[in-house]
């Protein structure tokens, strides 16, 4: 069955798994690149001669553009912007790789700015197809589309570690490639699938709906981001830094860290279709901040099974929230989803400038111990979620 012949509001069809592959690898391609900023980081410091401070606020400059993510999303409901989701990954592979290029802090900022677009094109309306293809199992959908990104993020690392090895930072350009073959096989699988929403109110958005989803979904994030936010950007500057790895080494970590994501993100919202969203993502909470807490204070070889533990846990919640924004706001799913890509990417950008000014401030082993206990604060907030439609749960 093809995407295009699946009608986008039956929800008695089966779920597409095929149509749900496709753009999920669409996602690993794209996300493998829009990872290598992390592994990048102790090279850029070291090339730039940056504080950890400014080295945190070049991850800043790729959130920027998640202003327009609503706006992005406004329109996928309305007009057919596959073409966003079709030619990111080659544009932000292009990019990402130019970056051991830039000969200043000015020029990388503009890249990384440009990268942010780039990727905030791709997240607003890809959730957006899934819901559509995904029937009544929208988390499942979500979970196999969000462990394609995981799964990317695992492998960025690696990616990185090799082409700095092979060729220097200045050499990463090579690697785009990956990234145009990606787009060409996603261009003829999707290039008559439209993200758009067929319901006739789709022009209508209900505030009051929205409110009641994003008000209290936007004190969740900002707590339970906080463990994921310092992870992504940190971790290598930290196990170089203050555990004392070698690079090759802290970029292996980070990969199985994502790696395990992939267990979470395929775990995480089909988990949620069965037990429900509140409570997938109440333990979610409380065993990835167990698992920071043991990553924080071990050390050896005990370090990777808490990685695994850590990136299981933790990487998990994103689908379930998703799942949760798209079964909620069905009239305006790609809307829902740039709002959602909104908010993350935003508070993404305040907890990655205020983690990196505490570490510059009392260093980077006890800002993140901070965080992780502050992170709890998120578990009372997730009970004040909408549940989720009895027609909707599986």
Not at 272 to 282: A, E, H, L, N, Y
Not at 321 to 348: D, K, Y
Request: charged content about 15%; overall charge positive; hydrophobic content about 55%.
């Amino acid at each position: 069955m093809s995407v295009e012949s699946i009608p986008a509001e039956d929800e008695s069809h089966e779920i597409d798994t095929s149509s749900i592959l496709t753009v999920s690898g669409g996602h690993f391609v794209h996300d493998t690149f829009s990872a290598f900023l992390s592994p990048l980081l102790p090279r850029l410091i070291e090339k730039l001669g940056l504080t950890l401070t400014q080295a945190g606020d070049l991850a800043v400059f790729v959130q920027l553009p998640s202003l327009l993510s609503v706006l992005i999303g406004y329109m996928a409901d309305r007009v057919s912007v596959r073409y966003l989701v079709i030619f990111s990954p080659a544009v932000t592979a292009t990019l990402i790789t130019m970056l051991g290029l830039t000969p200043s802090y000015a020029a990388a900022a503009i890249l990384l700015f440009c990268v942010g677009i780039s990727v905030m094109s791709f997240h607003a309306p890809a959730p957006a197809i899934i819901a559509q293809i995904s029937a009544n199992k929208v988390g499942r959908g979500m979970s196999i589309f969000m462990a394609g990104g995981e799964l990317g993020r695992s492998v960025g690392p690696l990616l990185v570690g090799y082409g700095v090895t092979q060729w220097g930072i200045e050499g990463l350009w090579r690697l785009m490639i990956f990234g145009w073959i990606a787009s060409a096989i996603l261009f003829f699988r999707l290039k008559d699938v439209s993200a758009k929403s067929k319901r006739k109110d789709a022009t209508k958005i209900d505030k009051r709906a929205f409110f009641r989803v994003f008000a209290p979904l936007f004190g969740v994030m900002v707590f339970r981001s906080l463990v994921v936010n310092g992870l992504s950007v940190f971790m290598v500057v930290y196990l170089e830094s203050e555990v004392g790895l070698q690079f090759w080494l802290a970029t292996v970590l980070l990969a199985l860290y994502e790696l395990a994501g992939v267990g979470g993100a395929l775990s995480g919202g089909t988990m949620s279709d069965r037990i429900g969203r509140k409570q997938t993502m109440i333990g979610a909470i409380v065993f990835s901040a167990f698992f920071m807490y043991l990553f924080l204070n071990v050390s050896g070889l005990l370090i990777l099974p808490v990685l695994m533990g850590l990136g299981l846990t933790a990487l998990s919640v994103t689908p379930v929230i998703q799942a949760l924004v798209q079964e909620q706001l069905p009239e305006n799913r790609a809307t829902a989803s740039g709002m959602f890509i909104l908010f993350a990417f935003i508070i993404r950008a305040i907890n990655i400038r205020v983690i990196a000014m505490m570490g510059d401030s009392i260093g980077l082993p006890s800002t993140l111990m901070t965080v992780t206990v502050i992170s709890l604060i998120a578990i009372p907030l997730v009970l004040t979620l909408p549940d989720a439609p009895k027609q909707k749960r599986a």
